[in-house]
């Protein structure tokens, strides 16, 4: 419609009214509090509600020290590992035992990684959480130290370089079947991580803890190579912090175990020295699939490892470093009523017990 004649746009302005009022007036909040409803109860094995409580302070404490690890696999001195120092044999010797080692550093960032999710799940304390969370940060570098030694040795390797001479293809062969088993123990892992509360599965932690700092332990005091010893030092230290997060929650969960969970870690040590003789001292006919060349080409190995500085203990004593931190494990399980297994092998006396692989949380 045309504005009437004469109207312009100042008088029709002044002529404004405001439209009603329609939005309402603000909400009262009682009023909408009587008609809320809570949600359905949270699925279980979820991670939410995501809560932050401390029940144990020394976890806190252990974890702000595990902030800065105060090394890095970068800073090393890698410039100074030359192949060339090296025969062909000490080269596929190095590599081959770095190799064994990533069975179970390699698989460390995954291992820890699943378990960190499971104590979301099960609502773990916040510190808890956060450990595991240093843990694998912790394992990422250790697998980039077998990462970096190997390939600087053979490169394509652990499995895609072609060696030229027979203690080489045994190294190969050797290392195809290490992986084989620890891909069977991955199988066994995910299968029982969810069924166990988290007392069983730090039990199992600690003995693979224990063992790592008497191994890494002794190569650095052996070592004659100065970027692995270097690498040995600081993995070792790692492993000591591992070592105390695994004894700051077994000392709060093991006084509050049924019969029945202690009989199963029981059975946890028994596998958890099975698997982890295969790098600590040598893998027992028990549970390990293994080819009748293994044994007599992984000494053959070890003794150019050890010719070439590495830093490997003789079977012999590995034998007794394997069985001092066993008896470690023995004092403190013990403690808490828990039987602990025999261990014929390292000549450790205990209750006799057999395990079902598909039933116990694996050790890496």
């Known amino acids: 419609m045309s504005p009437k004649t004469g109207e312009t746009a100042d008088t029709l302005a002044q002529n404004l009214s405001e439209p009603p009022q329609t939005a309402a007036e603000r909400p009262d909040p009682e009023q909408i509090l009587f008609g809320a409803s809570e949600p359905p109860a949270f699925p279980e094995g979820n991670i939410f509600p995501i809560e932050w409580d401390t029940e144990t302070p020394k976890l806190v404490d252990i974890y702000e020290q595990s902030r800065n690890p105060g090394w890095s696999p970068a800073t090393l001195p890698w410039d100074t590992l030359n192949p060339d120092d090296f025969t062909l044999d000490q080269r596929y010797a190095i590599a081959y035992w770095f190799t064994l080692l990533s069975v179970f550093d390699s698989s460390g960032p995954a291992v820890f990684a699943r378990a960190m999710i499971h104590t979301y799940e099960t609502h773990e304390e916040d510190p808890i959480r956060k450990c595991f969370f240093s843990v694998v940060r912790d394992e990422v570098n250790h697998e980039e130290i077998c990462q970096r030694a190997i390939t600087i040795l053979t490169p394509g390797g ?40 988290l007392a069983i599965l730090f039990t199992s932690f600690l003995m693979g803890e224990l063992a790592a700092s008497t191994l890494f332990h002794g190569m650095h005091q052996r070592s004659t190579i100065p970027v692995f010893k270097e690498a040995f030092r600081f993995v070792g230290k790692d492993e000591a912090r591992h070592l105390g997060i695994c004894m700051a929650v077994l000392r709060k969960l093991l006084p509050e175990l049924t019969d029945e969970e202690k009989a199963t870690i029981t059975k946890q040590i028994r596998a958890g020295y099975v698997f982890l003789s295969g790098i600590l ?12 060349t293994f044994r007599d080409a992984h000494r053959l190995i070890e003794a150019e490892g050890i010719a070439a500085g590495l830093g490997t203990l003789s079977l012999e004593e590995r034998e007794e470093n394997w069985r001092t931190a066993v008896l470690r494990m023995k004092g403190i399980i013990e403690g808490y009523d828990i039987a602990f297994p025999a261990l014929p092998e390292i000549g450790i006396d205990g209750e006799t017990v057999a395990f079902d692989p598909k039933d116990i949380i694996p050790v890496f």
Do not use: C, M, Q, S
């Open 158 to 197: 652990p499995l895609n370089h072609d060696p030229e001479t027979p203690l080489g293809k045994l190294a190969l062969n050797n290392a195809k079947w290490y992986y084989h088993n620890g891909a069977r123990y991955w199988d066994g892992f995910k299968g029982a991580v969810d069924k166990y509360p």
């Open 281 to 292: 001292y040598e893998p027992p006919e028990l549970f390990w699939e293994l080819p009748d």
